[in-house]
């Protein structure tokens, strides 16, 4: 009977050194990049933000009014908006392709960059206003396959004041759903009118 229950907390002793050393094996690959984790691709983007407009004044004191016809003034209406051309990005020549080849692949020169689909823009420190402050924040993020922004660390910034305004905005960006995790540098810029 002891010789049955040594067999088997030693069993048991090795199982569970084996689970702890492939653990360990595991977290050190992972840390030290050996296994890779994500895919990553850099770029940069410039966003800037504008402080909001300043509170209207407070209305003048009321005075003995008299009466007069109403009077109105129509509103202005804003121009329509002028169509913009962009030219045709060039594209190097196309290599020969043989028989088997895919026609939907093209080469390009300029890496294909993707845009936010919604990109609310940060909101002006009080206390940026209030000191008459500009600057810029870049951001590191990282984006996962359904295009959320899963993570955003601030990697250098001219004011540490801009720095919490820019995270919480990049925060909030969404782009296409690409099924991949990227990760992407992106400057927000701060400026006063």
Do not use: C
């Amino acid at each position: 009977m002891n010789k049955k229950r040594a067999s088997t907390a030693t069993i048991v002793t090795i199982v569970v050194s084996v689970l702890f050393h492939v653990a360990v094996l595991y977290y050190v690959a992972t840390t030290w990049g050996i296994i890779p984790t994500e895919e990553k691709t850099h770029k940069e983007d410039v966003v800037i933000a504008v402080p909001p407009p300043p509170p209207p004044p407070p209305p003048p004191p009321p005075e003995e009014q008299v009466q007069e016809k109403p009077r109105f003034r129509p509103r202005p209406v804003p121009p329509p908006p002028v169509a913009v051309k962009v030219p045709p990005a060039p594209l190097k020549p196309q290599p020969a392709a043989p028989s088997t080849a895919d026609a939907t692949t093209m080469v390009s020169d300029k890496e294909v960059i993707d845009t936010p689909v919604s990109k609310p823009p940060p909101h002006y420190p009080p206390r940026a206003i209030e000191q008459d402050k500009e600057g810029s924040v870049s951001v590191g993020i990282t984006i996962d396959g359904t295009g959320a922004v899963t993570e955003a660390h601030v990697v250098s910034s001219s004011d540490s004041i801009f720095e919490q305004a820019a995270l919480d905005a990049v925060k909030r960006w969404r782009y296409r759903a690409t099924g991949r995790t990227i990760k992407y540098t992106i400057i927000v810029t701060f400026k006063l009118n």
